[in-house]
């Protein structure tokens, strides 16, 4: 045998064994690290088991369900933000068309003057005794009270509550949002429903368009806009719809009778003495109602007249 050859085999041999013992050595090698891996793996899953039991521990849900209350916090956060907004747009577009109504009438002017109490009788003449009493002096025309009032056409006609005008004997003044003042008319008064239309001058009017009352649905957010205490005009006030045909009795201001309202829907917006006759609103500033009366003493329970309770009015009377 070639001896040459026989080298060459042995060389080969060799590389060969020696070829099996690397790999053999990187394969145990690869055991080794996998193993370790999966050992920390198994650690992680374990670290997250615990994560998630305290999260369930936490919120008393599991963790989808903690991740879904997230959620549902991050979508309010979206939704009170478009309120809020959709708030200011709606204010916008109402202030406009809402006026306050001035009430004023001729009042008596009284002076102070002093007279003897026993007149002229002789006998108490030269006693010097004198009282102060009141006697008139002519009279005055004051402002005896405020409402409110919205446009509800762009000529002048505006629609408010029958006890706002209600004396005949007072004369109205329309007060705008940009401060003008006109003298107003009084062109209806309901029998039977709290409502009046009264009338001033001009054109261009921006009226507030009228939405559906029958639509509307209890926690809906509305909107009172008015002259707060006839002394804050445009008052503007948030809450929402508390109840709905509702029945109240409420005195009329002019004669103390009691008036049976019905049909009514209640709501928590604030509407102070003075916001008679103003709007009640949606977010798209439809008016809803026209706020009529609240519970003295109470925490914001106030009424509104529904707005398709009066459609047939002004159709009649207006022929709108």
Not at 80 to 97: D, F, G, I, M, R
Not at 126 to 153: C, D, M, R, W
Request: glycine share 8%; aromatic share 6%.
């Amino acid at each position: 045998m070639n001896r040459n050859f026989v080298y060459s085999l042995l060389i080969t041999l060799v590389i060969m064994i020696s070829a099996f013992g690397a790999y053999t050595a990187t394969k145990g090698f690869v055991a080794n690290e996998e193993k370790g891996f999966n050992e920390k793996i198994a650690a992680v899953e374990t670290q997250i088991a615990a994560v998630n039991a305290s999260i369930a521990k936490i919120t008393g849900e599991n963790t989808q369900t903690a991740l879904s209350l997230k959620e549902i916090r991050n979508r309010q956060s979206v939704e009170n933000k478009s309120q809020s907004q959709l708030l200011t747009e709606a204010v916008a577009k109402v202030t406009p068309s809402v006026v306050s109504v001035v009430i004023s009438k001729d009042v008596p002017q009284l002076q102070v003057v002093y007279e003897n109490p026993f007149g002229n009788d002789p006998f108490f003449q030269n006693f010097n005794i004198q009282v102060p009493v009141y006697q008139q002096k002519g009279t005055k025309n004051e402002q005896v009270g405020a409402g409110s009032g919205f446009l509800i056409t762009s000529d002048g006609y505006i629609l408010t509550n029958r006890h706002v005008v209600e004396d005949d004997t007072a004369t109205y003044t329309v007060l705008l949002s940009n401060g003008t003042q006109k003298p107003a008319k009084v062109i209806y008064k309901d029998p039977n429903k709290d409502i009046a239309i009264i009338k001033i001058s001009g054109t261009g009017y921006k009226p507030l368009p009228l939405g559906d009352s029958n639509s509307v649905q209890l926690g809906q957010s509305v909107i009172a806009v008015g002259n707060a205490l006839g002394q804050y005009n445009n008052s503007v006030s948030v809450g929402i719809i508390s109840g709905l045909n509702r029945s109240i009795e409420a005195a009329d201001q002019t004669t103390g009778q009691p008036e049976t309202l019905t049909g009514v829907l209640q709501t928590d917006a604030a509407i102070n003495p003075g916001n008679s006759g103003g709007p009640l609103v949606d977010l798209s500033g439809n008016v809803i109602g026209i706020n009529v009366a609240t519970v003295v003493g109470s925490n914001n329970v106030s009424f509104s007249i529904p707005i398709n309770s009066v459609k047939s009015i002004i159709h009649s009377q207006l022929g709108i």
